[in-house]
């Protein structure tokens, strides 16, 4: 424990090192370059709360959603339908409903481009079949758990069988 989560540093260094000097401007500058794009891209669907370039992420706010019943949650659970990992929600925590989406510097403009048409699909729901998102994930294995219920009755052990 003294040293620390040492894989994750070598993981790391490791990638640094394969870059190199060139090859990590690069990948830094196609950060910032996806994330603008899906910035851009996702400003007529979705309140962004700072309206300027951003760096390797950016926010939106789904407080114009929420008039609708729609929460930052309910797209969360509703982008595992598409087989989306959902962005971080609820932070920074000063802004309301909010969404860091922080596409990696190795996506592709097609991924980027199934990430917005996804978005603006979701807003489409929004507007016309809320109830949609509230109800998510359809496709998933689990369904949407009792959170409140899950972090009040605390169960960490597995009590099932091993094959």
């Known amino acids: 424990a003294f040293y620390g989560n040492f894989l994750v540093l070598v993981r790391a260094y490791a990638y640094?090192?394969?870059?190199?000097g060139r090859g990590l401007k690069e990948v830094s500058q196609t950060a910032v370059l996806n994330a603008n794009y899906l910035m851009k891209s996702l400003s007529d669907d979705y309140f962004i709360p700072y309206k300027r370039a951003c760096q390797h992420e950016?926010?939106?706010?789904?407080?114009k959603q929420k008039e609708r019943g729609v929460r930052a949650i309910d797209l969360a659970k509703r982008l595992l339908d598409f087989k989306i990992h959902a962005p971080t929600i609820y932070f920074p925590l000063i802004v309301e409903e909010?969404?860091?989406i922080e596409p990696t510097?190795?996506?592709g403009k097609d991924v980027?481009?199934?990430f917005i048409f996804v978005m603006k699909k979701i807003s489409q729901e929004i507007e016309k079949e809320p109830q949609i998102?509230?109800?998510?994930p359809h496709n998933t294995p689990v369904k949407r758990l009792d959170e409140v219920l899950a972090a009040r009755k605390l169960n960490l052990r597995w009590k099932g069988k091993l094959t």
């Open 16 to 20: 640094i090192r394969t870059l190199g």
């Open 58 to 63: 950016f926010v939106i706010s789904l407080k």
């Open 98 to 100: 909010a969404l860091m």
């Open 105 to 107: 510097e190795t996506e």
């Open 112 to 114: 980027l481009d199934y």
């Open 133 to 136: 998102l509230k109800e998510s």
